[in-house]
């Protein structure tokens, strides 16, 4: 085999080990080490003078004063559509279903801890298997002393037709069963065979959830309430 034809052949397998790397190194999704789900761990150190009661009207706070934040988005909404009736009356009700005006769900003083719900809404590409997610889960935190813990998990999903939004199932490649339209994170993670697309997905996932995450922290940072040396993991 000519010296040159084995060049090309051994550039292209590098570049080809090298992209698939990288997809994987972008779609990897945290996994709980005890139940084997999706899951978002961490902590932030609080200073020793802060009580717990001080820190719980915090994060209360946190949650109440900036609602429109729990309702995130890769794309900006578009305008209504001048003709078509139906579709506008399809995403209202899409839009009335994820509403999410009361981010903060649950309280529990007793057992200091919080539960509140995050939207998601994640456009895709206009051919491509993902199309229009409503991704919906819960943020888990416990006041601890001097510390905060907490989980984001129960990542669920609903798939649309942005043209209609009506349900959709979340195709494959050609010959391959399709995904549900509504299911766990979980579930789709072992069922999707369009691997690019849910590389970007998973990446912006994992970015999306970490900057909600560091808006706490700086909130937290921001009332004094942070120690020096704390870390969001």
Known sequence: MPCSLTKTIFAFVVTL???N???HAQDKLPLDSTTGK????FSIELDKQFKKKAVYALV????????????RSNTVDTAKSAIDKKRNENKEAVLHEFAN???LQHTDPESDRFSGKVILKYTGSNNGCIRLFYVQYAVIIIVEDNKLTGEVC?????HFNPRTYQSQPVFNWSGMM???EVNTLDYLKDCEAC?????TFYSFLNNDTNELINSLREFVKGNKALTLNANAN
């Open 60 to 71: 209360q706070d946190w949650f109440n004063q900036q609602p429109e934040m729990f309702t």
């Open 178 to 180: 399709p995904c549900d």
């Open 101 to 103: 005006l009361t981010p």
């Open 38 to 41: 999706i899951s978002y761990k």
């Open 17 to 19: 080990l090298v992209t």
């Open 195 to 199: 691997h690019a697309e849910f590389s």
């Open 21 to 23: 790397s990288a997809l």
């Open 154 to 158: 129960n990542i669920r999903y609903n």
